[in-house]
T-cell receptor
Framework: DAKTTQPTSMDCAEGRAANLPCNHSTISGNEYVYWYRQIHSQGPQYIIHGLKNNETNEMASLIITEDRKSSTLILPHATLRDTAVYYC?????????????FGKGTMLLVSP | DAGVIQSPRHEVTEMGQEVTLRCKPISGHNSLFWYRQTMMRGLELLIYFNNNVPIDDSGMPEDRFSAKMPNASFSTLKIQPSEPRDSAVYFCASMVVNTGELFFGEGSRLTVL
């Protein structure tokens, strides 16, 4: 699976949009981009995933560049409960033999 | 839906003792993963199963670690003998194979003295 690069930490004011970048310049054509987050002392939680089109769900939006070498996770109105470590992962889709490898992630701190 | 259930939530044991961690995946999920998390090494994949069959155990640290999945609703991770460096939070996760949407349990925090 392709490697990803994320900033170590980011800050965001409550109520503002949080934009978390991820670089995956070596991504292959059959690899999806997944985002998870881990709130302190809990197990990671799935947020969203996509291949090449932008995706949106009740938690977040995922914007993938046209060349697919980078993506941005957007939390439109961050709350204090969004403070967590956010992981960007690329994974071969439709493969029972492809795992999810978690890197260091980005520590997002949402402040009042 | 109860989610992924792990037990025990906390375990404190002495070096040399056997430790068994247990996991009940979400009903209908046919892939199960064991991860270990420490401050130094982050979240590491130890082993995963598809349809109760171990697919990749290359992350298992050494022979002291073993994992089984005797049926679709139960898995164990055993450490024998335990060592202080095994102290970590151990997560079990399950998913429908191929989806990539992992559901994690609350973890088992192991402390080996």
């Amino acid at each position: 699976d392709a490697k990803t690069t994320q900033p170590t930490s980011m800050d965001c004011a409550e109520g503002r949009a949080a934009n978390l970048p991820c670089n995956h310049s070596t991504i292959s054509g059959n690899e999806y981009v997944y985002w998870y987050r881990q709130i302190h002392s809990q197990g990671p939680q799935y947020i969203i995933h996509g291949l090449k089109n932008n995706e949106t769900n009740e938690m977040a939006s995922l914007i993938i560049t046209e060349d697919r070498k980078s993506s941005t996770l957007i939390l439109p109105h961050a709350t204090l409960r969004d403070t967590a470590v956010y992981y960007c992962i690329v994974r071969v889709a439709d493969s029972g033999y492809s795992t999810l490898t978690f890197g260091k992630g980005t520590m997002l701190l949402v402040s009042p | 839906d109860a989610g992924v259930i792990q037990s025990p939530r906390h375990e404190v044991t002495e070096m040399g003792q056997e430790v068994t961690l247990r996991c009940k995946p979400i009903s209908g999920h046919n892939s199960l993963f064991w991860y270990r998390q420490t401050m130094m090494r982050g979240l590491e994949l130890l082993i995963y199963f598809n349809n109760n069959v171990p697919i990749d155990d290359s992350g298992m640290p050494e022979d002291r670690f073993s994992a089984k999945m005797p049926n679709a609703s139960f898995s164990t991770l055993k450490i024998q003998p335990s060592e202080p460096r095994d102290s970590a939070v151990y997560f079990c996760a399950s998913m429908v194979v191929n989806t990539g949407e992992l559901f994690f349990g609350e973890g088992s925090r192991l402390t080996v003295l």
